[in-house]
């Protein structure tokens, strides 16, 4: 991997408002990264008000979106991408936005897959799954029920990249 540009951005495609820190933690947690993080465009307007948190606790956010596709102003070298994997995510529109980031890599952006249902063969223990558990809780309140009963949310993530 080259070294990243400072002007790059770390562009985090989350389908759904929570994908981001389920799929995503460390590089959110990542001091280094410049986040620019892209949700879904029919996400409803409830959900929408959900992730304004998120950026209240992370300084490294530049800015939230709700997109049906990547726009083209984030489209070049630079820029590193993670999407859902197409190959081992299971909820449809997971897969949908994974298609679009094999693609994008079958085009040579850099592009990383993450999952969010923890069965792709890629997953590794987070350091800090307190903090990660922490995160969920304070930012999506509503959604609980899903770590809570299951820890495999904040205990683990993983990324894989494609080599064609
Ligand atoms: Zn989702």
Redesign the pocket.
Known sequence: MSEKNSLANTIIV???P??EIIGCFEQLRNPFNSLVLIYSGDTDADRRETVLELKKQLDQIKIQLFQNSIPPTFLNNENVFFFPDPIYET?P??REWGNMGESMARQGFKVNFYN?NMTAPYIHEVNNPEDKKYLLDKVYPDQKSLWEFDHKYFLFEGYCRWIF
Request: charged share 35%; aromatic share 0%.
């Open positions: 989350a389908p759904h929570d994908d909820h529109k997971h969010t």
